[in-house]
């Protein structure tokens, strides 16, 4: 499985953006799935994830009631919905699939990453 992140974007603050992380090659059934982002000279931390039944959703504080994370099942894609977008926002965001049931907020317990893809929000 491959996975492709897209839909990030230039935006001012308030807005939102859609992310989407289409995987290939491969189903995205019974796994894990998680975004992750990582500004310059930060380190990469954890922003939602959603367990493979989609029935479980972990999110940082910082992006709680903000952001959503979905996925289909149908499409073989994760989703991350962007509101209220802020400048500290800005960051790189990556996708990422754990084999893991028991997974925690760790980029450590996400195995299989895609590249990333650029939000930049503008105050």
């Known amino acids: 499985v491959q996975l492709q992140a897209s839909g990030g974007g230039l935006v001012q603050a308030g807005d939102s953006l859609r992310l989407s992380c289409q995987a290939s090659?491969?189903?995205?059934?019974?796994?894990?799935a998680a975004w992750f982002r990582q500004a310059p000279g930060k380190e990469r931390e954890f922003v939602a994830a959603i367990n493979w039944r989609g029935s479980t959703r972990n999110y940082a504080n910082s992006v709680k009631g903000r952001f959503t994370i979905s996925r289909s099942i149908a499409k073989n894609a994760v989703y991350l919905s962007t509101n209220n977008l802020k400048p500290e926002d800005t960051a790189v965001y990556f996708c990422a699939t754990s084999l893991k049931q028991n997974y925690a907020d760790s980029p450590a317990d996400f195995s299989l990453w895609g590249q990333g893809t650029q939000v930049t929000v503008s105050s």
């Open positions: 090659e491969g189903p995205l059934d019974y796994v894990a």
